[in-house]
Structures are given as C-alpha cells and as structure tokens.
C-alpha cells in the first residue's frame, strides 16, 4: 500500500498534468532539445524555510513540462504555467519557486532570504535515458556570511562517468555568489548540472537555481575500425513531428548519408581534405576526412557530421545537431546565429572553399 506522502505526491502530479494538459493540448510546439527532451524530467529536494520542498518536475514527449508536483503542499501555489515555464509563489511573494524547460536546459529555481535556502538537498535524473543519476549537495555560509555551495555523494549508472566541477565562490559590494556541479559524460555526449546560489548584501534575498544543460552534440575518438559502423541520430520538429537520420561511417572513413525520415529535407557531402575550423567554433584546424550535412526544410533542425584525421591514425568523429528553442522563434526556419547549437554558418567553418546555404 502506498504512503501517504507517495499518495499526495501522486495526487498532486495528476492534477498538475490536469491543468497544464488542458492548456497545452496535444501537439503543441516542443520547445527542448533532444538531450533534455530525452531526462524525462528530473526531481530535486530543496532546503526550504528550515525543511525541505521536492520538487518533482516532468516533461513530454516533445521536451514541454507536462508536470510539477510539490511536496510538501502549502508552502507556495501555482500562480501561472505554459509549456515551459511554471511559477509558484507564497502569498505574500517572499518565496518563490519557478520552473523552466527550453532550449538546451532544463531549471529549478528558488528565491527566499539566504538563512531560509541554508541546508541539504538532492537532485536526480535519467541524464542519458540509461538510468537515473544522483547528487546530494549543501548550501552554506562562510565566516563573511556570504553563500556556500558543495557537492557530497554522487551514484551514476553503468557507462555513465561523472566529475565533480568546483567549488567557487565570488562576490562583490552588492552580491555574493557560489557555485558547484557535476559534469556527466557517456558514449561521447555530456551534460553538465549547476548548482549555484546569489544573494544580495542589501537584504539578504538570494535565489538557488538547480540547472541541468545538454547540447546535442557528440564527439568519438578511436581509429577507423573503432568508428566504423552504423549510426542514426534523431530529433523532433517544434510541431511535434519525429525525425531521424540514418548514416555510417565506412572502413575507409567515409561518412555516408544513408536516410533521412519524417519531414522533406536536403543533405549534401562535405568535400575531403579541406581544413579549417571546427564547426563547434573550436580554434583547432583540420584535415576533413569526410562529412554530412542534413537541413530538414523550412525548419532550423538538422545536424552536421564529420570526421577529421587527428594525424596520429586515430580520428575523430563529431555529430552536431539542432533542435528546439521552438517558443523563442528560434526553431521555426529561421537562420538563427545564436549560441545554443549551430547556425547553417557552419558550413563555411567547416569547409571555406565551398558554401551550400540550406533554404527552407
């Protein structure tokens, strides 16, 4: 038989999804990218008024919330909701509690005094779709009275590795900050959480935010034989429509288009034995082996792939793809140069003697 608090818990979920399912029907635009959209969600427990709040946050299949359940109730009350953002506050707007899932992250935020945000919390996630992860964490003071932040125990699934990122802390003669996370890495993909916390010095308000960020992007490095073999990579438009791109990389270091589904496209081959920059921005020339790029029409969603020669037999194989941002306009056709992915611009990075601009 289910605890009370398991009951309530539930309860609280299923009118969440209730409401929000009666706002948003059925195929509305996504607005997460893949690596977010793929968590499901994540819960997190926040020290809170001198107890502790969880909240339990869940996405759809096309990345929008589709759920927030509070435990306890009480403590603060839905004042508004959209696909990708919910907001609570208590009545007299001195705690709040706002949660945001857009892009290439996915957020838990609270803002109380400091003294009130003071203690442990946890956080949990099925980061790579593979099993959940785990971080317990503690807000502090220091001597001075500005904010702490530490990492305590981590458990991971199997292929799943994690690291541990600072602590640090900073301030300056309106706030002080601190900050620590956990970077998260599995079969060339990571994802990073930060954990961090602001307060002003004037009086004592301060907010902790608890983010979880993934782009989709991927990096592989091994000789061609290790690399070799079939690859598909998928997606979903910001209507909702499943994507997906089938390709492999030959023995002899070609990377081949083989399909693409779910929605017109255009793809072209990337000319070998050119260098340049990596798409990804990094400084880094190379000498291009082979490459991909695959642009569903009228849509900013695609991805680009290429392999690059590392000139000591080992090679390098990177996916980068786009999705999401659907609520900002920024995944509706547009040519979109922004930092949450990659612009069509890529193209000239990679290859600066030839220059396919993909039209929607």
Known sequence: MASPTRRLASTVLIVGLALLLLAFPAGAAADSNNPITQTGGMSATLPLLGTTLTVDVTLDGVGNISGVALNPTGTVSQTSADKSVVKFSNSGGTVKVT???????????????LDDLLGAGSWSANVFGTGSATVKYTVGKDGSGDPTVS???ITTPGGVSATKLGPKSGSDATRAWAFAGVSFASNGFTKRLTISVSAKKSDGSARLAIVLSGRDKQKLTGTL??????????AKLCGGTAVSVAYHVASDGTVVFDKATGAPYKEQDLKAGGKGKDADKTSKTHELVSGIVVHFTKTNVGLIVWLKSNGDGTYTLKV?????????GKGKGHRHHGHHGWSWGAWHRLHGDRKPQPKP
């Open 320 to 328: 980068l793809g786009r999705s999401g941002h659907c609520g900002d």
């Open 225 to 234: 034989a290790q690399l070799a073999g079939d690859r598909v990579w998928n």
């Open 99 to 113: 949660v945001r899932a857009s892009g290439d992250h996915m957020a838990i935020k609270a803002k109380a005094k």
């Open 151 to 153: 990492i305590g125990t």
